[in-house]
């Protein structure tokens, strides 16, 4: 029995890391039905209507809690707790027709490679860059990228760290590009640079350390890349997501809330 629970929750862990969106949706049509089963119970012990309201808090915090234990990453925990209670803030408001399109296709627009390529937008949190930081050498003209930079958070915390360095940001999501492209404008320095770009057809070999925080999918493929393109030397790392059969030659374990370890692979 310990085992089919261990197989049943590394299971559903790949499940999660593959297809997050449909996770997420899973679990929500789940907790929808243990409380449409569950709310006329409710009603009965009240002796009165369940408000929807209550309802949908409850939808949220449930899918919340649930999501977390599946170690969902922190954006789609909130996104899950919040979603309910927003779709009936939407519905109670008639809002006109054309809002909700506009609100698909900004989801569109952020969660672009989702669809694609199955790599959902994982912001690194600041425990993490901390973490990264103290692994670039210091006083070096060493240039680094981030694989899939999204907001860009992490590259404009190690460039403004790191001056005397090279950063540059990969990204194919249309929105996250845009709002990082426009935060490096704005508040970076000259040794950044945000480009809209598939990193498959970037060459590797020009960086000196390459850092992504993508999902399994690409894993094994983007390791293959970096190994034949990146010089001997070179630093590949990537935080949580391992490469099948290719044992890393250090692992930092950060000190957060999720224990993020980032694999580091020398070319």
């Not at 085992?3 to 790949?14: E, F, H």
Request: glycine residues 8%.
């Amino acid at each position: 029995m310990p085992r089919r629970r261990v197989s049943n929750g590394m299971a559903l862990a790949r499940f999660r890391e593959r297809s997050p969106v449909l996770g997420a949706l899973a679990i929500q049509a789940v907790v929808f039905g243990v409380l449409y089963l569950l709310r006329p119970f409710a009603e009965e012990a009240m002796d009165a209507p369940v408000p929807l309201l209550w309802v949908m808090l409850a939808q949220g915090l449930l899918a919340g809690i649930v999501s977390r234990g599946f170690r969902f990453s922190l954006p789609w925990v909130v996104g899950q707790v919040i979603a309910p209670p927003l779709l009936l803030f939407a519905l109670a408001l008639d809002l006109p027709g054309w809002v909700f399109p506009v609100i698909l296709l900004l989801l569109v627009l952020v969660f672009w490679n989702v669809a694609g390529n199955r790599v959902p937008l994982y912001l690194t949190n600041r425990t993490t860059a901390a973490a990264l930081l103290e692994l670039l050498p210091y006083k070096t003209k060493l240039h680094t990228a981030d694989l899939g930079s999204g907001l860009g958070g992490t590259l404009l915390f190690l460039a403004r760290a790191r001056p005397e360095m090279q950063f540059t940001g990969l990204e194919t999501a249309p929105l996250p590009f845009a709002l990082s492209w426009l935060r490096g404008k704005l508040g970076g320095g000259g040794n950044l640079d945000f480009r809209f770009r598939d990193i498959f057809k970037e060459d590797l070999g020009q960086y000196d350390l390459v850092y992504c925080f993508l999902s399994p999918v690409p894993m094994a493929r983007l390791y293959d890349k970096a190994r034949t393109e990146m010089k001997p030397g070179s630093l590949f790392i990537s935080n949580s997501f391992a490469v099948p059969e290719r044992k890393p030659n250090r692992i930092v374990t950060v000190k957060d809330g999720r224990k993020t370890k980032l694999l580091i692979w020398k070319m």
